[in-house]
């Protein structure tokens, strides 16, 4: 999948990989895609509750070997 910026937030824990995003977020234009790679188990939930609390969409996520991906798109 395509994106305009890329965040590595592997090895932190919760809350910092959603603050992370939320500062990558606002760098960004309107439209534009956020990836985001995280060792955090917990941040599946995480980023589904901020995509709704933000209005921001979370395209796509999935977890390989240990690493949660996320596609999130600037509302």
């Known amino acids: 999948m395509h994106f305009d910026k890329d965040l590595d937030a592997r090895g932190l824990n919760c809350p910092l990989p959603i ?3 939320k500062k990558a ?10 990836r985001v790679v995280t060792t955090d188990p917990g941040a599946v939930k ?3 509750a901020f995509a709704k609390q933000t209005g921001n969409t979370l395209l796509e996520h999935f977890e390989q070997n240990n690493e949660f991906t996320f596609y ?4």
């Open 19 to 21: 603050l992370r995003t």
């Open 25 to 34: 977020l606002a760098e960004m234009d309107s439209g534009q895609v956020l």
């Open 46 to 48: 995480d980023f589904q």
């Open 72 to 75: 999130m798109q600037k509302k």
